[in-house]
């Protein structure tokens, strides 16, 4: 569960990084070339001004003009990226043309000097069609510009014969990195008909400026599923009704893509106080779009019809098998079973898994609501699939849950309901809902179902807040929406992880007491939703997808350095033949 090929990928985000202001790139790329200017004037006259004309000066050209050039291509490319990128191809062709210098002479350095500009501009086509236009024939001009001025200022200080061998080396190096952007292309392009650096370019743009362009390419290897919803509806003559709904699809993948912030919009779609908890979903469910919601709140909307309503419930009762624990509780002939495997880890169960378990609680109960807690993260893992351990685990579970809630008598019902915002951001772990309370009381027995707006808990946080908890009601369980609101480049951030436990702990007890102090007589419906046609990212598509960028990652760098050294040697080959 610790390794697969999406947990991989997952881990690569550690590389990911924002850029740094523009002025501080320039200011090093201007200082860069006085030092070069006072070591060349050390050395002698004949290369005067050669790191401000020859180094700074092109790089600036380029920052200036990458911009307005990206953007008449329709596409985006930030000052701070533009400065950094040029700083880097800076100091690139300085170690490049410079530091042989020192082994074999100053009567080498203009040929250094082209085939570094020849490498700066395969360098900078690369990164410019991965983090602005995929399109290699409208980003040649805005890659061409550092290495054209350099060309310029060649043409000054050396001879005539610098110009040609310069543009051939151009051509060379363009060519080979063409070859190497197509090799990069060609995996995803023949298992997914996808361009991969166009899904780069617009996850740039996600993290940009929220572009969902990103929709478009998960539509595209998308396909329709058919997955049950189970929702309580929870009418009262005093007090608020509440909905408590388990949709079977999965609240991702990133931000406000696709079903990432699933939670808010259905709670906004429902006039009860709606609580949306995690079902049994893995990223294989995501849905494509935002659009697909829709879908999902008209099929809950439909199941209203022909509700039969209850007055009563059972009292709430905890079952255990291995590391699984259930929380039940009977309301009417519906079963809730919130299940948690904390202070072990709660990750993502496969839809096969619930599905098996709601078609086996059907023999017992009209509708069976299993919801995934998701409370406990100690890393980032992969989902719990069938037929392992503890997917056995869960179904034993599951089996003593159904024995124990179906013996359990029925008794008067009452509810308490209440909405807590908190001060805490999507950055700090916490989406948009905050934190929401379902207070039950049946036989003299309180029972409080918290749910947070967020992804996971950070390993110890949920027995932190329900030991709070338990100080006011009989039994409880901490959940989580399982938003993707808060995942933008990686997968970790779980509640408790930014904020601590204790800046968390009296929201959610301004929750609880505000619950209880709700309670009032309710009835129950429940109602199991056919969600049909939902688009979502398709069975395996994620481990496939991981799997081909595993595959791609392992064998580009080898292919790289290998194109690179071809490139030098038709560099060499061009040298000799222009002499």
Avoid at 141 to 148: D, G, K, R, T, Y
Avoid at 225 to 231: L, T
Avoid at 237 to 265: E, Y
Avoid at 480 to 503: F, R, S
Wanted: net charge negative; charged share 15%.
């Amino acid at each position: 569960m610790e390794s697969g090929p999406d947990v991989r990928v997952e881990r690569l985000t550690r590389y990911i990084f924002s850029a740094p202001s523009w002025p501080r790139s320039l200011g090093l790329i201007v200082v860069l070339g006085f030092v070069i200017d006072a070591a060349t004037y050390r050395a002698g006259h004949e290369f005067f001004l050669l790191g401000t004309l020859g180094f700074s000066v092109p790089a600036l050209v380029a920052f200036l003009l990458t911009v307005p050039l990206v953007r008449a291509s329709g596409r985006q490319i930030t000052c701070n990226r533009s400065a950094l990128l040029a700083l880097a191809c800076t100091v690139l062709a300085v170690i490049l043309s410079l530091s042989p210098i020192l082994v074999f002479g100053r009567g080498l350095f203009p040929t250094l000097y082209a085939v570094a500009l020849g490498l700066v501009f395969g360098l900078r086509l690369l990164v410019l069609v991965a983090v602005a236009d995929y399109r290699i024939t409208r980003m040649v001009l805005p890659a061409f510009l550092q290495s054209a001025a350099g060309i310029a200022v060649g043409a000054w200080f050396f001879t005539p014969g610098f110009v040609p061998y310069a543009l051939l080396l151009q051509a060379v190096f363009g060519m080979v990195f063409v070859f190497l952007i197509w090799l990069i292309e060609r995996p995803l392009r023949r298992a997914f008909q996808i361009s991969g650096l166009n899904f780069l370019n617009t996850f740039i743009a996600h993290l940009t400026d929220g572009s969902k362009n990103m929709e478009d390419f998960f539509r595209e290897i998308g396909e329709e599923v058919y997955v049950p919803e189970v929702s309580l509806f929870f009418s009262r003559d005093a007090g608020k009704n509440v909905l408590f709904t388990v949709p079977n699809v999965h609240p991702g993948p990133m931000g406000d893509v696709g079903g990432g912030n699933l939670p808010r919009i259905l709670h906004d779609t429902f006039p009860e106080e709606t609580l949306v908890a995690h079902g049994c979903a893995t990223h294989d469910f995501n849905l494509v779009s935002e659009s697909e919601i829709h879908k999902i709140a008209c099929a809950v909307e439909a199941s209203r019809e022909g509700l039969t309503f209850a007055a009563t419930a059972s009292r709430p009762v905890r079952v255990v098998s291995g590391s699984v624990s259930i929380l039940c509780q009977r309301f009417g002939n519906a079963l809730l079973m919130v299940s948690t495997r904390s202070p072990d880890r709660t990750e993502d169960l496969d839809y096969s898994i619930g599905l098996a378990i709601m078609a086996e609680g059907r023999c017992g109960f009209s509708h069976v609501a299993f919801v995934d807690a998701h409370n406990c993260m100690t890393s980032v893992g992969s989902p719990v699939l069938p037929a392992t351990k503890i997917a056995t685990e869960y179904i034993a579970a599951a089996r003593a849950g159904f024995t124990a809630a179906r013996d359990l008598p029925h008794e008067p019902l009452a509810i308490g309901v209440s909405h807590v915002r908190v001060p805490f951001t999507r950055e700090q772990g916490f989406g948009s809902l905050g934190v929401q309370v379902l207070a039950t009381e049946v036989g003299g027995k309180k029972a409080a179902y918290v749910l947070i707006d967020g992804n996971n808990v950070a390993e110890g946080v949920r027995e932190r807040l329900r030991s709070v908890v338990l100080s006011h009601v009989d039994e409880a369980e901490i959940m989580t929406t399982d938003t993707h609101t808060v995942n933008t480049i990686t997968g970790k951030n779980p509640v408790g992880y930014m904020v601590p436990a204790e800046e968390i702990v009296p929201y959610v007890e301004q929750a609880v007491t505000e619950a209880i102090a709700d309670l009032s007589e309710a009835r129950v419906g429940a109602a199991t939703a056919s969600c049909e046609g939902i688009v979502v990212f398709g069975s395996q598509r994620v481990s496939q997808l991981a799997s081909t960028v595993n595959a791609m990652l392992a064998f580009i760098a080898p292919i790289s350095f290998m194109i690179l050294v071809l490139a030098f040697l038709l560099s060499v080959v061009a040298y000799i033949a222009l002499q």
